[in-house]
Structures are given as C-alpha cells and as structure tokens.
C-alpha cells in the first residue's frame, strides 16, 4: 500500500480519527477537572556508608555498599517506620479517622497497621544520582500535609534506625554475656583439674608453661655453659716488678757504654737489679699459686654443676609423661581463657554499641512547601489523550477498510487485479458537485499520484 492509498483511506474516513481523538481530549479533560490534585514534598537523608563505626571501626564495603541501600529504602515503607508516624501524628485517636476505619470493614487488622498501610501508599524512594542520599517523597492533596508527612517519615525512620541498632546490639550482647559466663565455668573447671593433677603429682607449671623442674634443668645448663676453667699455664701479663726489671735492665745497658763496670753508679744499678729480681721472682710464684687455685675450683663448680645437670634430667625424664599430661591441660585452660577474653570483649563492645546515639543517617534539612501539584500533569494528560485518540482513530479506519475494502483509484484496481487498466469512467456531476470535487483532498491526492 502505497501513501496515496493511506490517505485516501485516511480521508474516507477522516471522521473517525476527528471523533476518537475529540472524545479522548474531553475524557481526559473530564479527569483532569475531576481527580484532586496531590502534591509531593520530598525530605533527603544521607546514608553515612564511608564513615567508620565509632565501636567497632567497621565500614560498609563498596560492593555490599548497593545492597544496603536498596534493603534501606524498602525499609522506609515497612510498618515499624509508618507506625511509628501513625504514633507521632496520633492518628490512631483521631475520630475522622476511626469512623473511616470503621467504615472500611478492615477489622481484621489493626487500626494502627490499616492507618500505616495508608501512610506506605503515599511514600517513594529514590536515591540522588552519584550520592548516598535518600530523597523521601510524600504525596497528599494538601501542599501542608505532604510537607508535614515527608520530615514525618524521616524523622521515623531515622528513629527506626536507631533503635534497631541498639536493639540488635543489646540483644547480642545478651547472648554473648551469656556465652562468656558458659566458657567460665568451663574454664574454672579446667583449672580445677589441672591444679588438682599438680597438686597429685608435685608438679607445678610455670606462667611460661614450663614445670619447675625443666625450668631448673635449663637453669643448670645455662650456668655450666657459663663457667671457664683456668689455664694452669701462668698468665702471660708481666709484673709491676718485672717491667720495672726491664727498664732497669736498660738503663744499664745504656751506661755500660759509657762507664766501666767498676763504676759506682754500675755497681748501685747491679744492686739495685738484684732486689727487683727477687720481688719479681716471689711475685710470679704467688701469680701461679693464684691460678693454681683459680682452676681447682672451676673444675671443681663445672663438676658439681654437671652432676646436679645429670641428677635432674634423670628427674626430668622420669616424670616426662606427667609433664606432657599437665601440658595438654595447661593448654585446655589457656583456649578456655582466650575464649572467655575474646567473648567478653565482644561483650562489652556490643554494651557499647547499644549505648550510641549515633544512627549513621545524617538529615538534610526540611521538605519544602510544594507549590505545584505534580499530579495531575495537564500538559502531559491531555497531549497524551490526543495522540492516543488520533491513533486509535487511524487504527479502527484501517479495520473498517479491511473489512469493507472499496476501489478507491487506479492503483486499487492495480492492486486488486492483475489485469491493464483502458480507461477511468466517471459520472456526470453537478456544478456543486463539480465545485466541492474542486477543493475534495481525494481528488487532489489522485492527481498528484496520476503526475
């Protein structure tokens, strides 16, 4: 089908497109004039996502960061945040509104969940582009009422928020609390037993886990590592006597070059030699005697020290398989006192967290007064209502033509026939006739086809 033949079509019956979209413009019109009007007020929140806990230190990761937001922004229409503006607004004591709830036959629930349910029907969320911010929408036939409702519910939720938090908190600290007062009593248990298998077997286990006499045992060897036995030999550091000897000793030589043997002052040097010979002589000997005895008793401690060494690692081995057993449950008691330090801890951390104030949600000032209705759209409605008429004004033409299909041109019989086409035959027309054929848009179509 070519478009002349649309428009011919379209012109046959171009009442039908005129009818429908007319009727859809004054359907819409009526709605318009009809329906109230509801205006939205908007309240935003920020999510504070990248700010750390102040208990625990904890951030919202990036990945589970849109997962949060979306459970949060269904959470704002969940009734522990609409019942609580049910609370605040005291709707539940209104007598408009129970009349209105009686009225309904909604009996089956409670007033305070049918009231919560209306409040949930006005509320949308969104989140702002690029931010981690709540915008919270309220709509309601009065610009005053969807202002009050928007601050309302998020004054809500963030209340909501806060004690959820402190709930779950104080209800894990609970069971942790109770968790650590479990590992406790196992704890004491364990050392009961462990004291009482000390006490059993005479063996005491240190703070460092060791017994005392592996403690005793390293002891021993750590100081038998430690003693030296003097060398018998004489120490090879000379004498004060002896270096006076040596210079004396030069000293003569030096004048032995000059004078004579005989000389007085070589004989006074001679003498001289011979009284610091002596001494040094009798301080060497007491310098052997010293070291002398200095080696006996080192030999006689590093005895002593290797047979207390050999005494208690005999000790020690005999009581090898007790010392393992009091291992094993000084290790039991030690798990049980790390289990208990770490639950209290989380204990006392979660006490803490049930203590804030801190919600992590930070308002964004007040909703603002709508001073347009955003519904319903005029422009929108009635721009939508005609083109919805006009098309579904050209669609039922072209049903009407397929069920009754009229050869409207040459081009029909071309389509309709496959055979040539001699000539066109037309009735005789009036001159009315002949002047509306005139300005007739069929007419003009066929010839501009025919050109």
């Not at 007020?41 to 937001?69: C, H, W, Y």
């Not at 969320?125 to 915008?135: P, W």
Request: aromatic share 6%; net charge positive.
């Amino acid at each position: 089908m070519s478009i002349f033949q649309f428009l011919r079509i379209f012109w046959a019956h171009r009442w039908i497109p005129i009818v429908t979209t007319v009727s859809c413009f004054i359907g819409a019109l009526i709605v318009v004039l009809i329906v109230p009007p509801r205006y939205e007020a908007t309240s935003r929140v920020m999510l504070n996502l990248l700010k750390p806990d102040q208990v625990t230190g904890e951030v919202i990761g990036t990945r589970s960061s849109r997962l949060f937001v979306e459970t949060e922004m269904e959470r704002i229409k969940d009734f522990g945040v609409t019942g609580k503006v049910v609370d605040q607004l005291g709707w539940a004591n209104d007598p408009e509104l129970i009349a209105q709830y009686q009225g309904t036959g909604a009996q089956t629930v409670d007033i305070r969940q049918w009231l919560g349910q209306r409040v949930a029907e006005g509320i949308s969320v969104k989140t702002a582009s690029g931010a981690n911010i709540l915008e919270i929408s309220y709509r309601s036939p009065s610009p005053e009422t969807a202002r009050q409702m928007a601050d309302a519910v998020r004054e809500a939720y963030m209340t909501s928020t806060l004690e959820r938090r402190r709930a779950e908190a104080s209800r894990n600290a609970d069971w942790y609390t109770e968790q650590a007062a479990k590992v406790q009593q196992q704890l004491t248990a364990a050392d009961e037993v462990k004291t009482a298998y000390e006490r059993e077997n005479g063996i005491v286990m240190q703070a460092d886990n060791t017994d005392v006499d592996t403690a005793r045992l390293r002891a021993l060897a750590g100081q038998g590592a430690g003693v030296s036995i003097a060398s018998p030999a004489v120490a090879a550091m000379a004498t004060a006597s002896e270096i006076q000897l040596a210079q004396l000793d030069a000293q003569a030589a030096q004048l032995s070059k000059t004078l004579g043997p005989n000389h007085p002052q070589m004989a006074e040097l001679a003498a001289r030699r011979a009284t610091l010979a002596q001494l040094a002589a009798q301080e060497r000997s007491s310098q052997r005697s010293a070291a002398a005895a200095v080696s006996s008793n080192a030999a006689a401690t590093a005895a002593a020290i290797d047979e207390a060494v050999k005494s208690q690692t005999s000790r020690v081995i005999a009581k090898r398989d007790k010392i393992q057993h009091l291992s094993q449950l000084q290790a039991e008691v030690n798990l049980k006192r790390d289990q208990y330090n770490r639950t209290a801890a989380r204990a006392a951390e979660l006490r803490q967290e049930a203590a804030v104030m801190d919600s992590g949600l930070t308002p964004m000032g007040n909703a603002a007064t709508p001073r347009k209705a955003t519904f319903p759209n005029i422009p929108l409605i009635l721009g939508g209502a005609v083109g919805l008429g006009f098309g579904l004004g050209i669609l039922i033409s072209l049903l009407v033509e397929l069920l009754g299909r009229r050869v409207r041109s040459a081009e029909d019989m071309h389509s309709a026939f496959d055979v040539p086409l001699v000539a066109i035959v037309r009735p005789p027309e009036s001159g009315a006739a002949k002047r509306r054929r005139r300005f007739d848009f069929g007419a003009l179509i066929g010839k501009a086809a025919r050109a």
